[in-house]
């Protein structure tokens, strides 16, 4: 655990480290920005959603070349698509990708054919279940073309010759992903990781990369003790290439949340990392069960997103995953209906206040030790019962200066405190601070994790790839 | 853990530690004694009732001066009170402090004055939920005087103006308390403790003061293998001033618990230590199991009694806290109705049994080391089998015999063994008896605990305070 | 943890190591045979029984001599029951040992006399809440005599005089039991053990003799890595005897398995080891558990079977009780009702397959080291996830992959990753199978544990006592 410093809530406002007003619209004005934008693992459709991220915060956009060897993998071609329709026998057409980016089989490879509807069907995918909605499908490593439309379309299609045009290519390029690092005083790393892949799915995940940019946005501001790293990737492939790349210094990441899905009314939903017990299971089971009355906290299972990576037995890092409804438990997931309708400003602001209860408990931890360990130091003739007579948040307060000091023998932390005496961080952390302010608690300086140094940090990174502008 | 001795039950009558006939009764009667005494944190009426518990034990009662500091407390002074009453503008009494000592706020300041109902009001404490109790408050560390009544009968009265007098005196004094020790075999003790500062409040806690009284002096008889200490001291200030005077000796406490409200229907209730796994905690959740289909074993909270002093993190000692209601849980707490009528003598002669049992394992456990610890030995030849044909617990001692040969490797206790086998201790105990004297067992003797030593011991106890007897 | 070997399975059928066509049929038909015979701890009915086994295996049948010392008891006396029955007044045969062999207390001691109802009755053993079935009662260290009967039958017995004859003598002579080894490639051993002694009881243990007897005659066509021995013994005497004559070799027994009751519709049910969290224990937990819905999974108690012997302090094995119902709950549980109805194929089939699958975790458990721990490794490209495109167990083995590539950093035997993913053991042993082929596992050897070296073990088992063929 890290040492807390009273000086680093010195640039915050009242009541928390990060002011919320107008979050929520604020997240969802960005996602509903990039919502139209044709992503994929290449091409220039995250090249568009980086620069409008990178309106809002000081992003360094790298480039990794087709063909370079990132662990068992290798970086694909790129993918341009320009057009994409079919056509009926009477040249009408019936299917456009303009209208919907979700209607081409994402990675698909060109096309233009004239075939007749039995052979055109096997290129066609639908959802029989949900006869309303178009999929969203994608073959990344595996050389095909194909259309997703609404299952009720394709059954009324009547037969015939259909003019297919893929107007797409898969050339050598790079795959690009976006970092941003709010430096903290120390080189001991929070990462936050979104996915930057998908195309128009409204939940998964312009609203992880919305609510994380103006998260890094706002904590601009403010001093920080630990450092916080920003990653926008394409899955998979994006976080194995900047795992690669980064390999010798993950080491610093302390703390990790992978978040998607963060803008539906449903959960929240947290999946431990692998480990299972880090710090950040810890704190994010606790924000959890005090934010809602029945979330669900996860074991770590690998299968999900990115900290499929993170967590792999090579790094084993500390990471998890944020989540309003878990992946593949709404109908609306990887479909036409996770649009913007389907997020909300409440519910991304809901998302960012958690994130930030979770970034507050790792920067404001500490381990009190009390300077009257034998019996209960006085508190009545401090004034401090008396101080908590007209507060809301008395009751609780009493019972955590009596928790605090009981358990204030150096080897617990508030957040130990809170979770024993079953009261939220923040009315545990102020009570210390009250405690620590009448000379009650003092630090424990016994903390014998060693803290990344400073000295010999570069001052500034220095990759060996391309930096570009976004 | 201490090894047992046969010759520990020596004195003691068929079927236990401690004959129980007719307890319940005595205990009783000695609640009914001690209860209109007016008593406080100081004053006189701790010497009243410490004069009576005399009678019955060899208390030693010490005194600790007004302004003595005591860990982060000083004494207070001590509170006089003669007399308190309210009259109406008639000059009739409307309340009167010898019908009822819980009418004056304990620990008030003196005062005479007439003043108007509106006035009054601000002065007078009620329980607007229980109209018809008088509620009991106290104002120990804050300047204060007040008087306490039915809210009835506030709500009954007239305007117009009152003479209030509460005739008592704050003075430099002392605080005092009792303590009476039985000595046993070795310097190892095991504490009972239970506060002295209630007025008229049967269950809270004549009960525990009476309870303790007769235990110790039915204790007396025996020889023992653990010293025995009964401390009768004021809550919180008493308990904090016996800390303080006994820094030095409190790591001779093995085992401890604090009895309150041990009269009523309710419970039974154990509170953990603070450490949580001690040998009490064991012990207490094995009794309380075995006596009651529900009882209530509750982890450690840093509220309640003087356990919140024994279990402060520069003690931390293994002092648990044994109730029939838990405090703060039924509706007579600390109101006028936690009468004589509210305790019974069968509730505190199953009180009484149950901390006798808890006695008796702490005297009677030990690790039995089978002598024929290949396969089962023939228990059949040596008639232990059929001396048990006829006997109640038969079933269930044949079991014990098989767990105990089972279990009996040096490394698990009889409680261990009690535990494991869901049997209650006294079962294992005589089974590993005769176990024992048809040479099956030996007591283990690899323990590793240094048994605090004899020599060196001072052959009386040498305070530097003021002894007196009550 | 033994290291697996591919060849291990080189000699067995597809889809297992050991074939199951028929095999329900074949174990009811020998259990079938061996039912009629009177059996007890001692005498003619364990060398007829022995005699059948040794049919199918190469049975070692040792002798034990009446008087032997083993450890705390003395073999008994040989017991030989030659007829017995009831006659009353009129001549007539009102009872016949040879009608049913339960009808005999079991060890009576021979008797020969004339007597009244109510003299008669002191010796006849009933089940009165079972009136139409005879009990099973013995005295092996009572000299006694003594007849079962249905109650029914006794309530209408007229008075009179019966004559009794018992025609049974109890001479020295010896305790045999019965002993299979299967060697494979190290000296490790699997023990299974069934009880003997049981007369007409089809149940306890006819099934589980024939059970164990089919699972040796079917083991001894495959190549197998752990040795497994098979003990056919009398319940506690025969099992303390084999332990006191094996003490010296005990220590090469690394799983164990006691049977009985392995024919009826019940269960299934397994008592863990005395340990109780031995590899045995998570094996047969893991196996009940996929087998059926509702397994009921026991700690160890002291009383049941033989594993009260294997699992007494001074050995301690890894032997836990694999049974259908659990003895004791069933009705039909030592009565004549537990007879040839009472079992049937389909049970022992499925009894046979869940030993079977528990020794398949035995032979084919190792541990996994992923050979691209950083990040997930490319199955599709590898062929992984297509192979499976048309298996029924697809999906959970597409799970399996990931969370066998997850976990395999060399702390987690494929059993680990079984528990963890919830999958079945043959599941995740296939995956890793085929990731271990495709490169991406390599087994992990640093292993600790020490395996019994083959170097030093003499040819063929020298015991000291005769050795028979029965």
Redo the contacts between chains.
């Keep these: 655990m890290i040492r807390a410093r009273t000086v680093m809530l010195a640039g915050a406002p009242a009541g928390g480290l990060l002011e919320d007003a107008g979050i929520g619209e604020e997240i969802f004005a960005l996602a509903a920005e990039i919502y139209p934008i044709c992503r994929s693992i290449t091409g220039e459709g995250v090249h568009q959603t980086l620069a409008h991220l990178s309106r809002h915060i000081d992003l360094e956009v790298h480039e990794v070349p087709t063909g370079t060897e990132?662990?068992?993998?290798t970086i694909p071609r790129e993918w341009t698509i320009r057009d994409a329709w079919i056509n009926d026998a009477a040249g009408k057409r019936i299917l456009d990708f303009k209208s919907c980016n979700l209607h081409v089989l994402n990675y698909s490879r060109p096309v233009r054919a004239k075939l007749p509807l039995d052979e055109l069907k096997k290129h066609i995918f639908t959802l029989p279940g949900q006869p309303d909605l178009i999929p969203y499908r994608t073959s990344y490593?595996?050389d095909n073309w194909g259309f997703c439309m609404a299952h009720d379309q394709l059954t009324a299609l009547p037969d015939g010759i259909y003019e297919v045009v893929i107007d797409a290519s898969l050339e050598d390029g790079s795959l690009i992903y976006g970092e941003y690092l709010h430096r903290g005083e120390t080189e001991e790393e929070f990462l936050f990781s979104a996915h930057i892949c998908h195309p128009s799915l409204a939940n998964d995940n312009c609203s992880g990369l919305a609510l994380l940019t103006h998260l890094a946005k706002r904590l601009a501001a403010v001093h920080t003790r630990y450092s916080y790293r920003f990653l926008f990737a394409p899955g998979?492939i994006g976080?194995?290439a900047w795992?690669?790349r980064n390999?010798h210094r993950v080491n610093r990441i302390r703390h990790g949340l992978v978040l998607s899905c963060v803008g539906d009314g449903g959960g929240p939903t947290y999946k431990k990392s692998?480990q299972g017990d880090t710090f950040i299971d810890r704190v994010m089971t606790h924000v959890l069960r005090h934010a809602s009355a029945s979330p669900t906290i996860l074991d770590f299972?690998?299968?999900g997103y990115d900290e499929?990576?993170y967590?792999?037995?090579?790094?084993?890092l500390p990471v998890g995953l944020f989540q309003r409804s878990q992946f593949g438990t709404f109908p609306e997931y990887h479909t036409s209906a996770d649009n913007l309708e389907f997020i909300r400003p409440e519910h991304l602001a809901s998302s960012y206040r958690m994130i930030v209860a979770a970034l507050e408990i790792a920067e404001g931890d500490w381990r009190p030790r009390?300077t009257?360990?034998?019996?209960?130091?006085?508190l009545?003739?401090r004034g401090l019962y008396s101080t908590l007579g007209g507060d809301k948040d008395g009751p609780a307060k009493s019972?955590a200066f009596?928790?605090i000091?009981?358990?204030?023998?150096g080897r617990h932390s508030l957040l130990d405190i809170a979770e024993r005496a079953k009261l939220p961080f923040e009315i545990v952390a102020e009570a210390a601070r009250l405690l620590r302010e009448s000379g009650l608690l003092v630090e424990d300086s016994s903390d014998t994790r060693p803290i990344a140094p400073t000295k010999g940090l570069p001052p500034k990174e220095n990759d060996s790839e391309a930096v570009l502008s976004a």
Excluded: H
């Design positions: 990132v662990f068992d993998w490593y595996a998979t976080a194995i795992l690669a390999e692998r299972l690998p299968y499929r990576q967590c792999s037995p090579g790094f084993n009390s009257s360990p034998k019996c209960e130091p006085q009545g003739r019972m009596l928790w000091l009981n358990l204030a023998d």
